[in-house]
């Protein structure tokens, strides 16, 4: 399978931005989708933005406009842009991998935390 870890987070303020990084190691060639969730105390992980082999980036509402995701096949690494970040923001986010080796698996990293104060 496939073996994520990411980078990146830390403490900003409010309109501030952050980039984080997911490096992919092992079987690169499995994934056929890579995304970044995020999960804030007492809250769900929720997807933040999806990056689909081949298929269109989708995006949460609340960071529409805000948060870019994209990957760098050559150096097997995901990042997420986010800009103007909002203090609703705070979570800790969490790199995945979606794919087939054998059967159907999901990777994640073990995360990053992200806190935006006021």
């Known amino acids: 399978q496939v073996q994520l870890v990411e980078s990146g987070g830390g403490l900003v303020q409010a309109g501030e931005s952050l980039r984080l990084s997911c490096a992919a190691s092992?079987?690169?060639?499995?994934?056929?989708?890579m995304g970044w969730y995020r999960q804030a105390p007492g809250n769900q992980r929720e997807l933040v933005a999806a990056?689909?082999?081949?298929?269109?980036?989708k995006y949460a509402a609340s960071v529409k406009g805000r948060f870019t995701i994209s990957r760098d096949n050559v150096k097997n690494t995901m990042y997420l842009q986010m800009n103007s970040l909002k203090p609703e923001d705070t979570a800790v986010y969490f790199c995945?991998?979606?794919?087939?080796?054998?059967?159907?698996?999901?990777?994640w990293g073990q995360g990053t935390q992200v806190t935006v104060s006021s």
């Open positions: 995945n991998a979606h794919g087939w080796y054998s059967q159907e698996y999901d990777s």
């Open positions: 092992g079987s690169i060639f499995s994934i056929t989708s």
């Open positions: 990056l689909p082999n081949g298929g269109s980036t």
